[in-house]
């Protein structure tokens, strides 16, 4: 079964300093990845998911970036924190490109911007 | 676009009592939906999925979801709550365009002793 690893699991950052969360998956090759958002009291926000290395697609405008250099590496940049970037990031895979399979979720990094 | 909706942001139940978490869904082609549960300050656990077939799933932990097409919903239910299954629960649709879930906004179950 695929396993995700994400760090770190917190992070205070002051506002306009950069940022980097990584997220590596075993147990499987090529998986489909994802960086979610939650912010308190609200569901999961979409922020990037790639299909592939070097392929990013991005849902939504903000001052956030991701790449993947390798096929299980998935990172989540921002070259300038904002307050607005605060809440608990989580990193998910799965393993085919069919809409019947599950997200697998790493435990998450909680960022504070303060 | 998939949507879900999730009825009701905290609901509380007392132990040993029926556990109901409503999800509604919005999906332009036949969906394929997702149950999941979080721990504080954890990732996303998969509870249970529907994809086709039986529209009565069952998952982990006593848990279980029936579809039902024609109410376009995917509630989830536990015959007997127990203190363990305090947690926020997510309801989920597929959207192959982005081959992602959209997710409900969740719901927190609280279980009285």
């Known amino acids: 079964s695929q396993t995700i690893h994400q760090w770190p699991a917190t992070l205070v950052q002051p506002v306009g300093s950069p940022l980097s969360l990584e997220c590596t998956v075993e147990?499987?090759?090529?998986?489909?990845l994802y960086w979610y958002r939650q912010a308190a009291g609200r569901g999961l926000q979409l922020l990037f998911y790639?299909?592939?290395?070097?392929?990013i697609s991005s849902e939504v405008p903000q001052n956030l970036s991701a790449s993947r250099p390798q096929d299980r590496q998935f990172i989540l940049s921002s070259k300038k924190l904002l307050l607005s970037d605060s809440g608990f990031y989580l990193c998910a895979s799965s393993s085919s490109t069919g809409g019947n399979s599950p997200l697998h979720f790493g435990n998450g990094t909680r960022l504070t911007v303060t | 676009a998939q949507s879900v909706t999730q009825l009701g942001s905290h609901v509380s139940v007392s132990e040993g009592a029926l556990v109901l978490l409503r999800c509604n869904y919005s999906?332009?082609?036949?969906?394929?939906l997702f149950w999941y549960v979080q721990y504080p300050n954890q990732g996303l656990q998969l509870l249970l999925k529907y994809t086709t077939g039986a529209t009565l799933v069952k998952g982990i932990n006593g848990f279980e979801a029936e579809f039902k097409k024609s109410e376009t919903s995917f509630h989830l239910t536990k015959p007997s709550a127990h203190m363990s299954d305090a947690a926020e629960y997510f309801c989920?649709?597929?959207?192959?365009?982005?081959?992602?879930?959209?997710f409900g906004s969740g719901t927190r179950l609280q279980v009285q002793p």
């Open positions: 790639s299909v592939g290395i070097g392929q």
């Open positions: 147990g499987t090759s090529n998986p489909n």
């Open positions: 999906s332009s082609v036949p969906p394929y």
């Open positions: 989920a649709v597929s959207d192959t365009g982005r081959r992602a879930l959209t």
